[in-house]
């Protein structure tokens, strides 16, 4: 189905229509998980955010709402600056928790780490072009949703994809070649 499908659904979903929320929930509700999971790196803190999401979008007027041409690119655009807040204030947090064991003596301890070479090799790039790559595959958007979504020009987004694949390329080099040997 069409993106302006969804876009029907999110409005017949605000003025109360279950059916089309169920049905909204369903399309969209996963692409719009996996990202926020990805993007989060915790399950618990992804589920506050996209719940935050959806009650975002229902409080939206039904005339903002007609406006909008993909449901998907507006919703994980909601996501995503929910998760940014969500992430600027677990900097925060893990900035007060440093100095607090600073003044205390001891340490924090080290931040779990995951052993698959592509999650690794993800995880080393730069926020940026790790955000889309998730955007792309886990969110499975368009480069014309990415622009949607992130507020900026397609051919922008493409060349930065490009830049990001070629980061991770080249991260995931040394991991092949380790492998042949």
Do not use: C
């Not at 399309?27 to 915790?42: D, E, K, Q």
């Not at 622009?147 to 490009?162: D, K, M, W």
């Amino acid at each position: 189905m069409p993106a302006s499908h969804d876009a029907k659904l999110l409005l017949a979903m605000s003025r109360g229509d279950e059916t089309a929320a169920r049905t909204l929930h369903a399309r969209v509700g996963p692409r719009l998980a996996a990202y926020t999971r990805a993007f989060l790196r915790n399950d618990a803190a992804a589920d506050d955010v996209i719940q935050q999401t959806w009650l975002r979008a229902v409080s939206r007027s039904p005339d903002e709402l007609a406006r909008i041409d993909d449901a998907l690119a507006w919703l994980i655009r909601i996501a995503r600056s929910i998760a940014l807040n969500t992430l600027r204030a677990r900097s925060r947090a893990s900035a007060t928790e440093r100095q607090h064991a600073a003044m205390n003596g001891s340490k924090p301890g080290p931040a779990p780490t995951d052993s698959a070479s592509l999650h690794a090799a993800v995880e080393r790039l730069s926020d940026d072009h790790r955000e889309l790559i998730l955007l792309k595959h886990i969110a499975d958007l368009t480069f014309d949703q990415i622009a949607l979504t992130l507020g900026e020009n397609r051919s922008t987004i493409a060349s930065r994809y490009r830049a990001a694949m070629d980061a991770l390329r080249s991260h995931l080099q040394p991991n092949r070649e380790a492998a042949h040997a």
